[in-house]
């Protein structure tokens, strides 16, 4: 390991940096603006009543414009893995069109196991030309709430437990939607961390934890990628609802990051009509039942100010100016998967999967390596597109593990078993738990195909109704008896590769033990199974890294821990959600409190300062070759500081590894975690070859945010540098003067 100590000139140029540290960085000038004078004119023209006619759904997913003004309406669309098919204008209900069926990008985890900017990017593109045959202006996505517990229902969907890969890969897939002609809309705004009790939970939480950890996706998608939509997420946060909070949408969202697009309600997330005109929600979904006739009223008695409307109006108008709106005879052409977002989703997917272990080199496949192959699990022929009760997509088609295995491994046997009793959206409506002892028939069959098998692939994990939107997980324990059937696989045929099709973390303390190889699958899109197939085949060597922490056990999570979550038991949910189903106002009566008294000590940064053991750490992801990290260097540059290392592929196999920095401030007054990740880069590299990397790293990374003056700072002193595989696998460290 090499360490560096930069010279005097060094601490002295970043003590300059210290001096000027901004508190609020001035965001670029947002594209929105550029129509101010034409909005005037436009509001000008305007009747109270077509302002408020703006300001609510006009169907599921639109919202109005102004017919005789020729300002078309707002068409809305799910986000954020795939564009969500046509329903009937106020149901849930499918249009059943012929060619609606979408590309279904793999899920948020997916994409942030790349941990690569240049394929956020890439599918945000991907995401706006679907949206573009559909002729939809604002995508509901991205999803980037910070992963704070793993039952979390939605975690699939959000990108990583940690703030800064969060904010990167949102900032990019921003970009990649916006460029190409559709707004995003930025969700769940904010700490919407939780799906039990999402729609009356109250989270209290520091300030700092909330600038530090779960804002930043937000703040850097707003000041970086000029984001033009945000949608209030269901909860409240210190007492107020999400969609009528000031300190929210006011105060941090348009005061602080100079935001200047719409803010609309998550979908029936609104609750008062002044609290959510005069806090900053400009468009209640998808109904009116607060911001229409009710909205109306209170401006003609002079309670909401007509001035407010007009804003509200003007940010609407700033969208729909900046959006080329689509003919409604022009949507709905053609069939809207078209074979380059296929390409997008293949390429996601390949770089997203991750080899936590592979021991005696069980993989990859390489050809004449095994005859005859079983492949357990219903999750090999199951699609995982659609599922739980929120955004799925309707795929025009899914390449399931069983099919892409079948098709890369031509002339190995290869035979299915299920294994496991598939857990359906009818065991869920009928309260059948997913924790459950194996199913003993289809533990036989697939036991026997085990033994006569050279090499066993054991497709386990969760599926979309075990992780779904509306509900937490009650345990990270594998479903339907997996690890019972781990086990009996493993004494017929102890060469098992097991492979985690899921999108949040499970309990693996029998599968590491049982299996030598094992890999997470994810949700993987459209083309998961053919890349999952390039992976064990070794066509692809693995480089998916871990955006979140896989705890031993359940009650490790700071969460569970301490004892915050969850805040009410199951038969009190019960309660709520089976007998007062309907009732709203019950459910806002019981308004538990959500503590985030773990403070900034979420994922790694909890284990790590905590010192809890994990079964696989943050940024965690092996290859079939190896990585030789060397010369560190460290550069002030006007900027901040940069980084520089060699970095070569030492083994055998083409390859692409992501090259990790974290910082620790060891003799800070503010508490710290040991390291938080501040960047990183993807490299790719051909087996024997080296390559300088370079990374910037900025000088606002190092900010902390300050309880007492209430803004950002940042604190002179030693600053330790970390360069690594993982946030456990530290190959170089050096340190520089703040
Ligand atoms: C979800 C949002 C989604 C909206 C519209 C809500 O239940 O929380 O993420 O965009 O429905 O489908």
Redesign the pocket.
Known sequence: MKKQILCATTACALSLLVACAPQTEQPKESQLLKYEDKITEIISQMTLEEKVNMLHGKNM?SSAGVERLGIPDIEYA??PFGI?EEMEPHSWNSLGLANDSATFFPTGSALAATWSEEMAYEYGKGMAKEARLRGKDMI?GP?INIQRIPTGGRTYEYLSEDPQLSAALSVKYTQGVQDNGVAVCL??YALNNQENDRGSIDVKVSERAMHELYLPPFEAAVREADAYGV?AA?NKVEGYWCSENDLLLNKILRDMWGFHGIVIS???GVHSTVGAAMNGLDVE?PGNQYMGEALLDSVKAGVVPESVIDSKVRNLLRVRLAIQPIPKEEANKVMTAQPEQRDIAYRVASKSIVLLKNEGELLPILPGKYKKIAVIGDNAIREQAQGGV??GVKALNEITPLEGIQSKLQGVEIKWAQGYRNFTREDRYKRISPYQEADKKLMAEAVQLAKESDLVIFIAGNNREVET?GSDRVSITLPMGQDELAKALAEANPNLVTVLVSGAPTDLRVVKEVSPAILVSWFNGSEGGNALADVLSGTISPSGKLPFTYPVKLEDNQAYSLNVYPQITEEEREDIFVNLVNRKDARERKSPTAEYSEGIFVGYRWFENKQIPVAYPFGHGLSYTTFEYADLQLTPVTEGFEVSLQISNTGQFDAEEVVQLYIGRPDSKVERPMKELKAFQRVALKAGESKTVRILVPKDRLRHWDETTHGWAIEAGKADVYVGSSSQDIRLNGSIEI
Do not use: I, N, Q, V
Request: aromatic share 18%.
């Open positions: 997913f799910d986000g969500r509901l999803a969700k769940h949608m269901y998550d979908w029936g979904m929120g955004a939107e």
